[in-house]
């Protein structure tokens, strides 16, 4: 696609459900990042796909989140058991490469805002 | 252990007038910089980099300067204009790294 799309854009959920956010990258992007951004935050890096491998999950809060990506395109990210400090807003992005070297500039998604009741 | 640090949550300027967004680092491995615009609802887009090897890049209105044996680093936007304003995201990769690392960011207001 033209760009990087994800789903659903709002998903107000109760205490103690599951969710899955959807992130759709730009075609050909083969590195795919999920951070998200609590209310007054900056953004929190969660995970890091090189094609269909996460090298680094690093930033998962908790074993309750998990993603994974298949065919080296759509990744979703799960949030089993929810609570209200889950609350943020997902951020998808993309990059060519996911070079080593180099800037690797990152190409977001408008992301999908996440609320906990 | 935030590694990028923006200490000011918040800027107001005049139309015209200079908007100076500041940035603060740890992690002396960091080697690239980036600044991204985010309005609201959108996500985040990328708006200049430089790499650890130069001091400045210009881009247009977007100057950034940094300075590494301070690790800190600046953006200017001359002149400011209203639809400047966003929040502003400073950002660093390490050389041999996947991650990029963001600060909390700076709301700008350019006011008219």
């Known amino acids: 696609g033209a760009g990087v799309s994800q789903s659903p854009s709002n998903k107000v959920t109760e205490k103690g459900k599951d969710v899955e956010l959807r992130c759709d990258p730009i075609?050909?992007?083969?590195?795919l990042y999920w951070y998200r951004q609590s209310l007054g935050q900056g953004l929190e890096f969660l995970i890091y796909?090189?094609?269909?491998?996460?090298?680094?999950k690093s930033g998962l809060p908790s074993d309750r989140f998990s993603a994974e990506r298949t065919g080296g395109s759509v990744s979703t990210l799960t949030i089993q058991r929810t609570q209200q400090e889950d609350s943020a807003v997902y951020l998808c992005?993309?990059?060519?490469?996911?070079?080593?070297?180099?800037?690797?500039?990152?190409?977001f998604g408008a992301g999908s805002r996440l609320t906990v009741l | 252990d935030q590694q990028v640090k923006q200490n000011s949550p918040s800027l107001s300027v005049q139309e015209g007038r200079i908007s100076i967004l500041n940035c603060d680092y740890t992690?002396?491995?960091?080697?690239?910089f980036l600044w991204y615009k985010k309005y609201p609802a959108e996500g985040p887009t990328f708006l200049i980099s430089?790499?650890?090897?130069?001091d400045k890049n210009e881009d247009g209105r977007f100057t950034v300067f940094l300075n590494k044996s301070a690790k800190h680093l600046s953006l200017h936007i001359v002149p400011s204009q209203p639809g400047d304003s966003a929040v502003y995201f400073c950002?660093?990769?390490?050389?041999?790294?996947?991650?990029?690392?963001f600060g909390a960011g700076t709301r700008l207001f350019v006011k008219a």
């Open positions: 430089i790499s650890s090897i130069k």
């Open positions: 950002a660093a990769k390490a050389s041999g790294g996947f991650k990029t690392i």
């Open positions: 992690n002396s491995m960091f080697d690239y």
């Open positions: 075609s050909g992007h083969t590195a």
């Open positions: 796909f090189q094609g269909n491998s996460a090298p680094d």
């Open positions: 992005a993309s990059s060519l490469v996911g070079s080593r070297s180099g800037a690797n500039v990152l190409t």
